[in-house]
């Protein structure tokens, strides 16, 4: 299988489960797993499963044949990805429906498509003509060819121009970075690979355009497929108009669009059927909704309660007198508009306000995110039923989707665009936008304060997900927030999401944040600390050691000054880090110190854990490997419950190890890690742990495999941007490639060294098994 390739056992996997219309939990108990089994093969965690567990999967989902071999073999297929592709997390949506009549558009596109000289091609047209769809289909026809990389960026949801470049930036696996690094981040990370980009819903983010033309100058392997209501008008872009097919009255009952309405019609009523009878008037109602992909799933489901004759009657009437849009809209636009209109005036007045109020959730959503727009700061559990009871409603009407969930346990919902988009308007008309947007801020207040626990315990992985699923919403209620200068509350959110963008490599993003909560006037002194520790945070992650000892040594000042407990442990923390890598070890220590003194006395063990991991990093600087060791061990025994800190404290446990010779044991512990840190999606200290595991090959004398992985390392190190401000490690990289090549000469280390920047995670933990076996006493 070739990198890119749409033929993932968990992409397979959820497409079977959902065609055959079994949720993660029905599936899990037919076949005999657990429900994070079923999750967690789908969302690629687990990538090569065990063939009873393939044979208990087939057999609940009943297949045979073809589809049950094709499902087989994606579980035996390797995975040719490089590191930094496993960090991406970004894969094609599956359509939700199946293409109707665009025969003829996917012909021409994917001749477009073939011609090296279309870099970039926009599909435009009014909302709801199926554009997303399209493009779709073209995406998932690339990536079945195998030569190309196909990524997906979803801007539905993205408000702001400046949010693009992270978008684009995770979609490449790289860290989130400004618009101008960004160009220099993507040539690295296609490093040569054709890659076709499909940006969906660009119309939201026009001023963006530059930004594309600039990533098409630079980086030569990338193409870029976009959706747009309007084309960017840059240069080199080929534009594609192409509509659905407006056949004429005597050809719509065979038409694409009369059977997708049917389709959607059989959704809500199994036994409807087109007859001779009713033909004609199905025949007009596509007519009437000019054959428009979302205007006919929006009329389909009122079916349920009117004849084809009383929905036409309804479509003639009120969608001609419910068209209150601009005259000067597209025909087909004012159509999908009249449309929206005409299902919304349908909606009883508490269905209504309920549509309303989801305007303002701009991407995927939780139904507790639903309540909170909808309830006042008293009534949360009146709002809880009548958002789920509010919501079962709009999904049968096809108003409401829903979608992805990064946890099984937790579904989310989302509006399609341009219904969102209509709602926006009627929250706005009616006068509730703040009403509504003060909920959402409530909702993100409440999860920003569970995600600073939850990020440090157990379920850190589940948490990880969780804020990442909630992200549109973090950014819509810190966007109103700052606006209307309510800082305390703005910095309350940011602080709660502070590791969150620093394990998932959006420093850049969070930073952002930060600057412009300490930008406002009257921030708090304690929330001004929060803020403070916060940017210096980021500031350490992408390597600006000065402005991180400047804002933190501020921080501190406050902190103490108000007698904040915790915001001084955690600043004495992270200033230590700051401190050792700016080569002061005796500073450092005491920082660290004061730090696990501090965590102590507050009783909070991933603190105490973290800061003796610490005190561990400078004793192993100075030397001391018995009181690393010593360190190492109490720091162990405390942070049992917090995977992420622990995995950086088996990563120090690896550098002891090949400071004492053992690579073996160095070699485990970089598993160990490894496999965690691929699993929480992490982009901050992955590029640390493959250091450790180069020295240990090294001292294994297996120097091709060392080469190998430090052409990994660098690959990730490039293309993420990720920077390593740990001066020992630095030394320890040297050392071994400086004896690498010199055993090997340039050719064999050139070889190597070039395998390994295309490995994968996945391929070097299976090296690493492979040793380990060998190695194992018989």
Known sequence: MKAGRAT??????????EAAGFTQEELATIAGLS????????????????????????????LAGAARDALVESARAPAYKSAVDDLSGVSLPLPPTVLRGREGDVRTLRQWLADPAARLITLTGPGGVGKTRLALELARATAAEGASRVLFVGLAAVRNHTFVAPAIAQALGVLDTAAPDLPRRARAACDGTPTLVVLDNFEHVSEAAPLIASLLISVAALRVLVTSRAPLRVRGEREYAGDVDATSPADLVRSPAVRLFVERVRDVQPDFRLTASNGPTVREI?????????????????MKVLTPEDLLRRLTHDVLLSTTGPRDLPERQQTIN????????????????????LGVLTGRFPIEAAAAVLAGPADSAAAADEALSAAAGLIDKSLLLRTDTSVATRPLYQMLETVRAYAATELIAAGERDDALAGLARYCTSEACLAAEGL???????????VRDDLESYRGALTWLIEGGHSAEAANIAWGLMYFWAIRGHAAEG?????????LPSLPPVRESNALVGAAMMWYSLGDLGRAHT???????????????????????LLGHVEHAGGNAPAARECFTRSVEGFRALAMPWGVGNSLNGLAKVALAVGDAAEAERLLDEATSVLRHCPWFLALVSYRRAILAVRRGNPDEAIGLVRDSLALFRQLHDKFAIVYVMVPLAAAAVLKGDDLWAARILGARD????????????????????????????RLGPDRWDRAYAAGRVTSIDSLINDIDRISRSHAPV
Request: with cysteine.
């Open 511 to 519: 930073l952002q944040w930060y600057e412009q909560i300490l930008s």
């Open 551 to 573: 804002g933190l040594t501020r921080a501190l000042a406050l902190a103490h000054g108000a007698r904040d407990a915790e915001m001084i442990a955690q600043g004495e923390h």
């Open 715 to 742: 690959a990730v190190t490039e293309r993420t941007g990720a920077t390593v401000a740990d001066r020992s490690v630095h030394d320890l990289r040297e050392h071994a490639e400086r004896d690498v090549r010199a």
């Open 8 to 17: 993932s056992f968990g992409g397979q996997l959820k497409a079977l489960r």
């Open 338 to 357: 009249a449309t929206v209109a005409w299902s919304y005036q349908l909606l009883a007045p508490n269905e209504q306000r309920v549509f309303r109020r």
């Open 35 to 62: 429900v994070h089994a079923v999750s967690a093969l789908e969302r690629g965690e687990r990538r090569r499963p065990h063939v009873d567990t393939v044979r208990a999967l087939s057999a609940a989902l009943d």
């Open 456 to 466: 440090f315990g157990s379920a850190q992985a589940e948490w990880l997900d969780r």
């Open 286 to 302: 596509c007519r009437r909704l000019d054959a428009l992909p979302l205007a006919l799933e929006l009329a389909a489901p009122w």
